[in-house]
């Protein structure tokens, strides 16, 4: 994965694709400074997962920008999401997430909301960055209610 995106790092330098090189650059920031600070290296799963929390990051900020009217920002910030999520698997809709949680359910024995926390971390770690967790928060909810 640090090769692929040290060659698209390259690519977009070459094709001179200023938004792309930076949402590639900012990755890579955030790879070598969790290994710097951890002294471990980073497999491609957890790359994964910093690239989903950069996604998310970005589409925290979208509606920020739209509400205050920065047209270039949104318009950047869509760009970067795009560049960034060709690293993620394939996002799984809320359809295909209600059978894989109805069997998390089904594993832990959760009844009712009050069990949504125990819910919610099996789902994280087994769906990992094949989606958002506002997208499990919601499919869980509806389940549970």
Do not use: C, F, H, W
């Not at 002294?39 to 690239?51: A, R």
């Not at 819910?119 to 087994?126: G, H, I, L, P, T």
């Amino acid at each position: 994965m640090k090769e692929k995106l040290l060659n698209d790092l390259k690519e977009a330098m070459k094709e001179k694709n200023e938004i792309k090189k930076n949402a590639i650059q900012m990755v890579r920031a955030g790879i070598l400074q969790i290994e710097k600070d951890k002294g471990i290296e980073l497999d491609d799963n957890q790359i994964i997962e910093l690239i989903a929390k950069e996604v998310k990051k970005r589409k925290d900020s979208l509606s920020d920008y739209e509400r205050g009217g920065r047209e270039d920002l949104v318009n950047q910030i869509k760009e970067e999401i795009n560049y960034l999520e060709i690293y993620l698997p394939k996002q799984l809709s809320k359809e295909e997430l209600v059978p894989i949680i109805k069997n998390i359910i089904e594993k832990t024995g959760a009844t009712s909301i009050k069990d949504m926390g125990t819910v919610m971390k099996e789902a994280k770690s087994e769906i990992g960055a094949s989606a958002d967790g506002k997208t499990i928060n919601e499919v869980v909810k509806s389940l549970l209610n």
